[in-house]
Nanobody
Framework: QVQLLESGGGLVQTGDSLRLSCAAS????VAWFRQAPGKEREFMAY????????LYADSVKGRFTISKDNAKTTIYLQMNSLKPDDTAIYYC?????????????????WGQGTQVTVSS
């Protein structure tokens, strides 16, 4: 059973940083997505099982960094220079059949999400 649990969200101001964590029940290929009210779930970043391959959405490249801990079971999303447009619920996901998928529909397992709110 794949289990994912996000944490680390909160209320921050424009320009602040935040680090999200995703505690996984094993070592998986994992992606971070976000969903703002009234919008579709949007791909943010991906990391493979070894942690050596990462992929980012253009909108966050250079600001967000995805990484894994040494045990490979906690996946981090370091978010810098946050903007009000980054306000959303952030989810980690696993279980995609295809490698490095950026499509939400490809992921079978999801965490419950963590809210990030960036005030202007």
């Amino acid at each position: 059973q794949v289990q994912l649990l996000e944490s680390g969200g909160g209320l921050v101001q424009t320009g602040d940083s935040l680090r999200l964590s995703c505690a996984a029940s094993g070592n998986f290929r994992v992606a971070w997505f976000r969903q703002a009210p009234g919008k579709e779930r949007e791909f943010m970043a991906y990391i493979n099982t070894s942690g050596r391959t990462t992929l980012y959405a253009d909108s966050v490249k250079g600001r967000f960094t995805i990484s894994k801990d040494n045990a490979k079971t906690t996946i981090y999303l370091q978010m810098n220079s946050l903007k009000p447009d980054d306000t959303a619920i952030y989810y980690c996901a696993a279980g995609a059949v295809s490698t490095s998928s950026t499509k939400a529909r490809d992921y079978r397992y999801w965490g419950q999400g963590t809210q990030v709110t960036v005030s202007s």
